[in-house]
């Protein structure tokens, strides 16, 4: 009967695993939002690169644009990060705003460089400054701490 369980949890594991998997793509492939939304805030780069990436039940898109920014879509087209590899990314990719305008007022020398949106934690956004400093925003967009 262990050997079973044992065997049967194996095969499972290697289902799961084997779910794990990344997919160049066309940038077609993208859905409509991410499309609009790249064309709307990056409307002078083009897509260089898109990866379609499964792991487990979860699908999404990592696409690279010829600026070298490196940006994250849902499968629905919701952006869930834009990383500018050190160059300041565009003031209305950071929402909510209350975002900006904290940095604005307490970071007035630095840019922003990367904004995430972590659905599956307290800490719902999270921005890089350009001193490298990590800020963690909650859902409404309230500062909660700084990240080390």
Request: a negative charge.
């Amino acid at each position: 009967m262990k050997t079973v369980r044992f065997v049967l949890s194996g095969l499972l594991m290697w289902g799961l695993t084997a779910c794990d998997q990344e997919k160049n793509v066309t940038p077609e492939a993208l859905p409509q939002n991410a499309r609009n939304f790249i064309s709307t805030h990056f409307p002078q780069e083009t897509i260089l690169q898109v990866v379609k990436e499964r792991d487990g039940l979860t699908t999404g898109f990592d696409v690279i644009l010829s600026n070298g920014f490196d940006l994250d879509f849902t499968k629905s087209g919701e952006c869930t990060q834009v990383d500018g590899k050190d160059q300041a990314i565009p003031d209305a990719v950071i929402n909510p705003e209350k975002i900006r305008t904290y940095v604005q007022t307490n970071f007035s020398q630095q840019t922003i460089v990367s904004w995430e949106k972590n659905e599956n934690d307290r800490d719902r956004y999270s921005v890089e400054l350009s001193n490298g400093l990590d800020l963690n925003f909650d859902k409404n967009g309230d500062f909660l701490r700084i990240d080390d």
